[in-house]
C-alpha cells in the first residue's frame, strides 16, 4: 500500500491528513479529560463520515484499473457523491458554540474549527482526485463546471443534514422521506427560501475555498 501510495504523489497527503487526523482526536480527547464530559465526541464520527469520500477516490486514483469498469465507477462516485457533504458539513457545528460548557470558550472555537478545516480538506483533496480521474475522458471546462456545481450540491446536502436531520445513510433507510422533502422543495423552490438560502451562499463559500486552495496548489 505504501509503494503505491508513494507512485501515485498520494502517500505525503496521506501522512499529513493522518496527523492533522490525530491532532483533531487528540484536541478531543483532551477536552473530555479536562472537562470530565464527553462533549464534542461525535465531531471525531463527523470527521469519519468526511474522511470517506477522501478514501474513495485515493482508492481510485492508486487502482487505476478501476476505470476500465463502468461499474465500478458509477459505484466509487455514486459513493462518494453520497458522502461528500459530510466534509464540509463540519462547518455547521459552530452551530455549537453557544452549549454550555465548562471549557473557554476560544479552546471549543479551536476545537470546531480544527475539524472543520481537517474535514474540508479531506473534500478539497477528494474533489481534486475525482477531477484528476475525469480529466483523461471529459474537457477541463466541463470538469470545472462540474466541480463547481457538485461544491453547491453539497451545500445543498449540508441544509438536509443540519436542518432536516437527514444523514448519508437515509439514502438506504428512508429513502422515500429523502425523497419527498427533496422533491418538494425542488417543485416548490420559492415555498423554501431557507433552503436554497443555505444552498447558495454556502455553495458560493465552498467555491471560494475549493478554487482559492486549487489556485494556490498550481501558483498564481
Given at each position: 500500500?505504501?509503494?503505491?501510495l508513494?507512485?501515485k504523489?498520494?502517500?505525503?497527503?496521506?501522512?499529513f491528513?493522518?496527523t492533522l487526523?490525530?491532532?483533531?482526536?487528540?484536541?478531543?480527547?483532551f477536552?473530555c479529560?479536562?472537562?470530565?464530559?464527553?462533549?464534542?465526541?461525535?465531531?471525531?464520527?463527523?470527521?469519519?463520515?468526511?474522511?470517506?469520500?477522501w478514501?474513495?477516490?485515493?482508492w481510485?486514483?492508486i487502482?487505476?484499473a478501476i476505470?476500465q469498469?463502468?461499474?465500478?465507477?458509477?459505484?466509487?462516485?455514486?459513493?462518494?457523491?453520497?458522502?461528500?457533504?459530510?466534509?464540509?458539513?463540519?462547518?455547521?457545528?459552530?452551530?455549537?458554540?453557544?452549549?454550555?460548557?465548562?471549557?473557554?470558550?476560544?479552546?471549543?472555537?479551536?476545537?470546531?474549527?480544527?475539524?472543520?478545516?481537517?474535514?474540508l480538506?479531506?473534500?478539497?483533496?477528494?474533489?481534486?482526485?475525482?477531477?484528476?480521474?475525469?480529466q483523461?475522458?471529459?474537457?477541463?471546462?466541463?470538469?470545472a463546471?462540474?466541480?463547481?456545481a457538485?461544491?453547491?450540491?453539497?451545500?445543498?446536502?449540508?441544509?438536509l443534514?443540519?436542518?432536516?436531520?437527514?444523514?448519508?445513510?437515509?439514502?438506504?433507510?428512508?429513502?422515500?422521506?429523502?425523497?419527498?422533502?427533496?422533491?418538494?422543495?425542488?417543485?416548490?423552490?420559492?415555498?423554501?427560501?431557507?433552503?436554497?438560502?443555505?444552498?447558495?451562499?454556502?455553495?458560493?463559500?465552498?467555491?471560494?475555498?475549493?478554487?482559492?486552495?486549487?489556485?494556490?496548489?498550481r501558483?498564481?
Open positions: 500500500m505504501v509503494s503505491l508513494k507512485e504523489n498520494k502517500f505525503h497527503e496521506t501522512v491528513m493522518g487526523t490525530v491532532c483533531c482526536f487528540g484536541l478531543s480527547m477536552r479529560m479536562y472537562a470530565g464530559t464527553p462533549g464534542f465526541i461525535f465531531l471525531n464520527w463527523n470527521l469519519f463520515l468526511a474522511f470517506i469520500p478514501a474513495l477516490t485515493t481510485a486514483v487502482k487505476p476505470h469498469s463502468k461499474l465500478k465507477v458509477l459505484l466509487v462516485l455514486g459513493s462518494w457523491l453520497v458522502f461528500f457533504p459530510n466534509a464540509p458539513y463540519i462547518l455547521t457545528d459552530l452551530f455549537h458554540l453557544n452549549m454550555s460548557s465548562t471549557m473557554p470558550r476560544w479552546f471549543d472555537l479551536v476545537l470546531i474549527l480544527s475539524f472543520a478545516w481537517t474535514g480538506l479531506f473534500g478539497v483533496l477528494s474533489l481534486l482526485d475525482l477531477e484528476k480521474i475525469m483523461d475522458t471529459v474537457k477541463p471546462v466541463y470538469v463546471i462540474g466541480s463547481s457538485l461544491l453547491f450540491a453539497s451545500s445543498f446536502g449540508i441544509y443534514g443540519r436542518f432536516l436531520r437527514f444523514n448519508s445513510w437515509d439514502v438506504i433507510t428512508e429513502p422515500y422521506a429523502l425523497m419527498h422533502d427533496v422533491g418538494v422543495r425542488v417543485i416548490h423552490p420559492f415555498d423554501y427560501p431557507k433552503t436554497w438560502g443555505v444552498t447558495i451562499f454556502m455553495g458560493l463559500f465552498l467555491n471560494m475555498v475549493y478554487w482559492s486552495l486549487k489556485l494556490m496548489r501558483g498564481f
